[in-house]
């Protein structure tokens, strides 16, 4: 749907990445329609979708902006598409397979104005199919570079009740200030997808901006539904990724401190996959993630330049333990899951 010449401007950009949504993509936008605060737009952007999934939207869904992009192009290059069409001060980011309870939005929004020191927002999400489960409460980074979702796994009854700080925002169901997410430039498009949200979260980090987790905007999240977590290509991407995040966000007072640290995780996590028959796969991940070092190396550089806040804050806000990133990959493991 195109807006017209005098219609208002929407408070809020929904944007929605689609790739052969077909099972999620309606329960999504229901999800969406029946929120208490009702001041915003709905984008989907389709990433070349084989499934049907976005041929009846106009029908359907008349307040959808359909944005049809001619190839899967990237969950990192989708959503930074719909970022530069958005309208509204806020953008929100929700996952095909995110569904949000009616006052998710509404939540998030009062969380902004009571905590003005914040500046993005995560969601509590709950397992799409085991929603007495906690399926993440923001995201942890850990000195290593390894990244995970806080909570996932545990018990919804067990949830903390008040909101927290953390180091950043999964984007299956996050809002962000459209203006900084467009100054610093979104997604790292060049990651296609897994991990861009936790690169994107350093970058704001490394800015100055802080996260809160609020638990009342909730979510039930089914989680890479499009691929499965397990996949190669998830695990190619993830594993990749996360060099890349390491290499071009942690400040230099704590590169050298940290690069034994990521040197291990990675050693680490090498062996383990090869041992799982995932070798090719794994080497590959790692090796494309160095052959490309001098382009990383170049934004880094750019990067660097946004540090507005003292390293040590930064080092405050990271996950330092030695056990828990690997009984977090451990625990994972068992579950199918091959990336945070």
């Not at 041929?55 to 290059?77: I, Q, T, Y």
Request: aromatic share 12%; proline share 6%.
């Amino acid at each position: 749907m195109t807006k017209g010449p005098y219609a208002p401007v929407p408070f809020v950009s929904v944007v929605v990445v689609n790739w052969n949504g077909s099972q999620v993509l309606d329960r999504c936008l229901t999800s969406l329609s029946a929120q208490t605060f009702q001041d915003f737009e709905i984008i989907v952007v389709d990433n070349g979708s084989s499934d049907g999934s976005v041929d009846l939207l106009g029908g359907k869904w008349p307040r959808v902006h359909l944005e049809k992009l001619p190839a899967n192009r990237g969950f990192a290059l989708a959503n930074n598409h719909g970022a530069r069409i958005a309208q509204g001060k806020w953008l929100a980011l929700v996952n095909n397979d995110a569904f949000p309870a009616p006052e998710w939005l509404e939540e998030l929004l009062a969380a902004s104005e009571k905590n003005p020191e914040f500046s993005f927002f995560t969601s509590c999400l709950l397992m799409g199919l085991q929603p007495d489960r906690i399926d993440g409460m923001g995201d942890i980074y850990h000195i290593s570079g390894l990244a995970w979702r806080r909570g996932h796994g545990a018990p919804a009854a067990l949830e903390p009740q008040e909101a927290s700080e953390v180091f950043g925002a999964c984007a299956a169901a996050a809002l962000f200030p459209k203006a900084i997410f467009r100054e610093l430039g979104g997604f790292d498009e060049d990651y296609f997808c897994y991990h861009e949200d936790v690169d994107l979260s350093f970058r704001l980090r490394l800015a100055g901006h802080r996260c809160l987790y609020v638990p009342r905007a909730r979510a039930e999240h089914l989680g890479s539904f499009s691929l499965g977590p397990a996949s190669d290509f998830a695990l190619y991407h993830g594993h990749r990724n996360l060099i890349w995040t390491f290499l071009k966000n942690m400040p230099r007072p704590l590169l050298g401190r940290y690069l034994p640290a990521h040197l291990l995780a990675n050693g680490l996590s090498f062996l383990w996959f090869l041992s799982r028959g995932k070798g090719p796969v794994i080497w590959r991940a790692k090796g494309d993630a160095l052959r490309a070092l001098k382009a990383v190396l170049r934004k880094r550089t750019r990067i660097q330049q946004l540090l507005k806040v003292d390293p040590s804050e930064i080092s405050r806000i990271l996950d330092h333990g030695w056990i828990r990133p690997y009984q977090v990959a451990w625990s994972n493991s068992l579950r199918g899951r091959s990336h945070y």
